[in-house]
């Protein structure tokens, strides 16, 4: 907070005012405000303002992410400021604007940063599959066992969590093993535990 109210009072009349698209101004706004929540918010700390209230919905809603509950807070804010002081409608426009952006890019580095790969891999070879999956990105794999509904022939699923590049690099190698192997690729909007990053205390 001390550092935000510096440079809001001494560092940013220095700058030269510049006179640009006001919805240029938006997005490089939303954008760079979007980076700095999002590196206070992973770093399990906050900004001292109203993401307390966004903290505290969280912690009551946690199914609701970072972005959507700080987007209502700032465009009921908004829009409460409008119609009460300024009465600015272009001005309320252009600011749910950066707040749209600004918490969509929050969400991006909260959620996107631990975003990554499932892969449940049907084979015939399922420890060759693992050994394959493991020489290749290092990374671990279970068993599951599972039952055909046709032909009811007990087989073994080899379940893998990764990054999304490693991805490429799995299905590659499975081909090598099993051509014949049935792979399914999911997206995971997030991946925890070991040999992944472990999630903030403050989400």
């Avoid at 101004?25 to 979007?34: M, P, S």
Wanted: charged content about 20%; overall charge neutral.
């Amino acid at each position: 907070m001390a550092i935000v109210s510096l440079f809001i009072d001494f560092v940013a009349p220095l700058f030269p005012t510049l006179n640009i698209d006001k919805m240029l101004t938006a997005i490089c706004t939303g954008v760079l405000c979007g980076i700095g929540y999002g590196l206070i918010y992973t770093r399990g700390s906050s900004s001292g303002g109203t993401d307390f209230i966004t903290l505290t919905i969280k912690s009551k809603k946690p199914y609701l992410s970072i972005g959507r509950i700080t987007f209502i807070i700032d465009a009921l804010i908004i829009l409460l400021g409008t119609v009460i002081v300024s009465k600015n409608i272009t001005g309320m426009i252009y600011g749910i604007i950066v707040a749209f952006i600004a918490t969509t890019v929050v969400d991006k580095m909260v959620y996107g940063l631990n975003a990554g790969k499932m892969t449940l891999i049907v084979t015939d070879k399922a420890e060759e599959v693992a050994e394959a999956i493991n020489k290749t990105v290092s990374r671990g794999a279970t068993f599951l066992e599972a039952q055909g509904s046709y032909t009811e022939e007990s087989k073994r699923v080899v379940m893998c969590a990764c990054g999304n590049r490693q991805m490429y690099l799995i299905k590659d190698a499975i081909k090598e093993v099993d051509p014949a192997a049935f792979m399914i690729i999911v997206d995971s909007s997030e991946v925890m535990g070991e040999g992944f990053e472990k999630k903030s205390s403050v989400l």
